[in-house]
């Protein structure tokens, strides 16, 4: 990323990220995946190089898009994250669980349910440094023909 203004939330910086995964499909739409990922994050100026970190993570996954009454995907990642500066004062390294979902529930022909949820846990050395994040949000429409 290259911002034109350098600033806390909008700085010019690069990140790389390496993947290698599994998946085992046991039929046409059904897939379960494990792999790992090493990430590698730079701001490009000094000034911001103190959120500078290396990330190394498992990554497990299931997703099953064969049923016609639901369909859903199914996302985790756990990680150990290393800050690259050790003089910040705000950021720590830190264990992290992300869990990501997605899912559709046909109710009856025209009536749909959808949920798209997340979650993310930060487990520090100072525990009141901790985060835990959720979002869920859910939507009912009806299809009229």
Same mark, same amino acid.
């Given at each position: 990323?290259?911002?034109?203004?350098?600033?806390?939330?909008?700085?010019?910086?690069?990140?790389?990220?390496?993947?290698?995964?599994?998946?085992?499909?046991?039929?046409?739409?059904?897939?379960?995946?494990?792999?790992?990922?090493?990430?590698?994050?730079?701001?490009? /100026? $000094?000034?911001?190089?103190?959120?500078?970190?290396?990330?190394?993570?498992? %990554?497990?996954?299931?997703? *099953? #898009? &064969?049923? +016609?009454?639901?369909?859903?995907?199914?996302?985790?990642?756990?990680?150990?994250?290393?800050?690259?500066?050790? /003089? $910040?004062?705000?950021?720590?390294?830190?264990?992290?669980?992300?869990?990501? %979902?997605?899912?559709?529930? *046909? #109710? &009856?022909? +025209?009536?749909?349910?959808?949920?798209?949820?997340?979650?993310?846990?930060?487990?520090?050395?100072?525990?009141? /440094?901790?985060?835990?994040?959720?979002?869920?949000?859910?939507?009912?429409?009806?299809?009229?023909?």
């Amino acid at each position: 990323y290259d911002f034109d203004v350098q600033g806390l939330a909008t700085f010019s910086h690069w990140r790389v990220m390496t993947q290698m995964e599994l998946d085992y499909r046991y039929n046409l739409l059904s897939t379960f995946s494990i792999g790992i990922a090493r990430e590698r994050f730079q701001a490009a /100026d $000094s000034i911001y190089n103190e959120q500078d970190y290396q990330a190394t993570k498992l %990554l497990a996954g299931y997703e *099953n #898009l &064969s049923s +016609r009454k639901y369909s859903f995907s199914l996302d985790s990642q756990l990680g150990w994250r290393n800050y690259l500066n050790n /003089d $910040s004062e705000f950021y720590t390294d830190h264990w992290f669980v992300n869990l990501d %979902l997605l899912a559709d529930l *046909n #109710l &009856s022909e +025209r009536i749909r349910f959808s949920v798209i949820g997340g979650s993310s846990f930060e487990y520090h050395d100072d525990k009141e /440094d901790d985060v835990f994040l959720y979002l869920l949000s859910g939507n009912l429409s009806y299809q009229f023909r």
